[in-house]
């Protein structure tokens, strides 16, 4: 008589192995999945939530934070997202465009490589059309002096021009992008000239200390 092959049939307690292997691998995958969306949504949102919202790199007390809504006459209510920082974003005026226009009310601040920290304020959004912006609610200050310099030429209240970065008055008083203007504009050093008085500062030297600055940290907020 011919002999016949045949696979053994598994055992019961084989194959409750092989299903509670598989079963792990597939919870593995499931938190590694969950861990990897979590941290795209935290890069997406470019939010660590600190106060009021934002990452807390510049401002990082309460007190900051009062003195920030005196200056934009706000409520203290109020949160900000974080639209823009070289922290996340490539160093060019195109991404700050592409990331802060038609975004209304925006923050930027600034902190130098001595410490100093100031910034502006809009109300209205930033374009990309080469024309000023006439906001009579735009303001700069600064941290150091604690003061909100007035502006005095509202036509002039900052510039919507792609080749720029956030570019607060005529005459450039407080203005971002690098020596020549064509390749980026967060070059690390940063020329502060004066010509028409869009604003009350009666020098950069006072919010900056220097004509000439090292930026250390940058970063632009949309108001809520």
Known sequence: MEKVNSTPTPKPQEESDKITNLENKINNLTERIIFLENKLEKLESKKEVNLHGT????????????????????????????????????????????????????????ETSNGRRFGGFTSLSWKSNDQWVNDPCACIFSFDTHKKYKLLLPQYSYYGGPGYGPHFGAGDQLGFYNNGGSTGFLDTIHNANFGTKTYDIPSIEEITLTNTYVMNNFEVYQVI
């Open 55 to 110: 990452t807390g790199k510049i401002l990082k007390t309460e007190e900051e934070f009062k003195e920030l809504f005196s200056f934009i006459s706000g409520n203290n209510e109020r949160q900000f997202r974080l639209l823009y920082s070289p922290t996340f974003d490539t160093n060019t005026k195109e991404d700050f465009h592409k990331n802060c226009d038609n975004k209304g009310s925006t923050i930027v601040l600034v």
